[in-house]
């Protein structure tokens, strides 16, 4: 999120987080399954431009990429 706030001179609060809460979850073939809940705190920022900043991370991070399809990712904005 720095990259790109920094490329729309948004200054970020320092104290901005990203909390992750991953789940082990049972398949129906017996084995597992991983689901990632994202909570993402950017305080002094508006949430439409928070939301904006949040897709285009989540679009350029390497975890989210080596994911993305196979792991179930919900991501809240506040």
Do not use: W
């Not at 490329?7 to 789940?23: E, R």
Request: hydrophobic share 40%.
């Amino acid at each position: 999120m720095q990259l790109h706030a920094g490329k729309k001179s948004i200054k970020l609060d320092p104290n901005f987080s990203v909390t992750a809460d991953v789940s082990l979850c049972a398949r129906d073939d017996g084995g597992f399954a991983l689901e990632v809940e994202l909570e993402v705190n950017l305080p002094g920022i508006n949430q439409a431009e928070a939301e904006a900043l949040v897709v285009q991370a989540d679009h350029t991070c390497p975890y989210s990429h080596a994911i993305r399809g196979n792991v179930p990712v919900k991501i809240t904005v506040e």
